[in-house]
């Protein structure tokens, strides 16, 4: 059972500016959505898991690794699978156009569309494009548009197995109402000094979500990307990154290697190439994927008090 309903937030936070969308409006929005909405959004039998793949900080393949998630889940497991482009790059939606169905991604905070008359389709991939629209989301009411959100992706979570979302690099009121709705985050990183300090950002506003208005959602884990096993640099990032969140760590890394970007740009996953150099990628991918999939099947047990 997901709500919005519970105990105004005291603390007092200092406004600062994502693009169009003041961060302090938004989370005075959202105290007002805790404290006066009674909206519930249940996430009972028969609805799927909502993965979001998502950073403060861009340039850390977060929209990388959710479209070669959704290829996993799809081709690997044979689940059911609806990709939503919440980013305006719209980088997901290139890789995914022959995917593209009815609805578009901004239309899910417009309206209650009827998701399960144009994106019906158990059994395949599905993909929400991104549009220049999405940058008009921000300025939408947080009070109307994130409750049709979150209905919305509860309606695909009944339709899909996995429901991916792929958040813009910024907070605000995408990637808030995209942690509202979801059950489960991922937060790619890449080992750069900057990029650990977007994570800190990061894990701050994911437990402020689950603390306030989602206490379903969890952290899945930080995946290491573009990791360079050379680079000093990296390493001591590495180090850094162990010694303030190891518990959140996937034990596994995905390296630069020019076959995922080749395949993504052929809107194929990487263990559709046909070549040599992808199977290395490959296999880096698959372990990362998998050592998620427990993390969450664990947390799921328990969650339900089953032993693990």
């Not at 509860?154 to 605000?172: C, H, K, N, Q």
């Not at 603390?211 to 995946?223: D, E, H, S």
């Not at 990628?281 to 999939?293: D, K, M, N, S, T």
Request: charged letters at 20%; aromatic letters at 6%.
């Amino acid at each position: 059972m997901r709500t919005f309903a519970g105990r105004r937030s005291r603390r007092r936070r200092p406004a600062s500016t994502h693009g169009s969308f003041q961060a302090g409006e938004l989370l005075r929005t959202l105290r007002w959505l805790h404290a006066c909405v009674e909206q519930t959004f249940d996430q009972g039998d028969g609805m799927g898991k909502v993965v979001v793949f998502s950073n403060q900080k861009g340039g850390v393949g977060k929209t990388t690794l959710a479209v070669l998630y959704a290829f996993w889940q799809r081709e690997k497991h044979g689940r059911s699978v609806c990709l939503i482009d919440l980013d305006t790059q719209g980088n997901a939606s290139k890789t995914l156009r022959a995917h593209a169905q009815g609805v578009g991604a901004a239309g899910l905070f417009a309206q209650e569309t009827e998701v399960k008359d144009q994106l019906a389709g158990q059994g395949r991939l599905a993909l929400a494009p991104a549009s220049k629209n999405l940058a008009d989301v921000e300025l939408a009411k947080a009070e109307v548009a994130i409750p049709v959100f979150c209905r919305n992706v509860e309606a695909l979570s009944s339709l899909f197995d996995v429901v991916v979302i792929d958040t813009p690099p910024a907070l605000g009121l995408r990637m808030s109402a995209s942690l509202i709705a979801a059950t489960d985050v991922v937060c790619p990183i890449e080992l750069e000094e900057y990029s650990i300090d977007g994570v800190t950002d990061m894990l701050k506003t994911v437990f402020g979500v689950r603390q306030r208005y989602n206490p379903q959602l969890r952290l899945a884990g930080i995946v290491l990307n573009r990791f360079n096993p050379h680079s000093v640099r990296q390493k001591a990032a590495m180090r850094q990154l162990v010694q303030s969140f190891a518990e959140y760590i996937v034990p596994a890394h995905i390296s630069t290697r020019s076959a995922i970007p080749e395949a993504l740009s052929q809107g194929v996953s990487v263990w559709a190439l046909a070549k040599g150099s992808a199977r290395d990628a490959c296999l880096e991918v698959r372990e990362v994927f998998e050592l998620l999939q427990r993390r969450m099947d664990a947390q799921d047990m328990a969650s339900s008090g089953m032993p693990s």
